[in-house]
Nanobody, 114 residues
Framework: QVQLVESGGGLVQGGGSLRLSCAAS????????MNWYRQAPGKEREFVAK??????SYADSVKGRFTISRDNAKNMVYLQMNSLESEDTAVYYCNVNWARKEYWGQGTQVTVSS
């Protein structure tokens, strides 16, 4: 079965950096686009970044600060987050659409202190 496990969240000061990781299993990882979403307290879940096979796309709010990457040999997807702001505080989720169904990890908390 499809499993996504996020890690790497934590507490960081504004302006700092974090690198999130997502370990994927249960499907042919290299064949699928992977996504990161986030959900802040009291807000809806929102798109952050997507990676296809060799390139990514980003929400305007993170463009230029976040970088998504993947390692197909390890079935891993990453989100490098730089210049973090208090508005980036949220639970971050890894996501894949596989067999026309959305799959989500359990999420990892990122808290940015001002």
């Amino acid at each position: 079965q499809v499993q996504l496990v996020e890690s790497g969240g934590g507490l960081v000061q504004g302006g700092g950096s974090l690198r999130l990781s997502c370990a994927a299993s249960g499907f042919t990882f290299s064949n699928y686009a992977m996504n990161w979403y986030r959900q802040a307290p009291g807000k809806e879940r929102e798109f952050v970044a997507k990676i296809y096979w060799n390139g990514g796309s980003y929400a305007d709010s993170v463009k230029g600060r976040f970088t998504i990457s993947r390692d197909n040999a390890k079935n891993m997807v990453y989100l490098q987050m730089n210049s973090l702001e208090s508005e980036d505080t949220a639970v971050y989720y890894c996501n894949v659409n596989w067999a026309r169904k959305e799959y989500w990890g359990q999420g990892t908390q990122v808290t940015v202190s001002s």
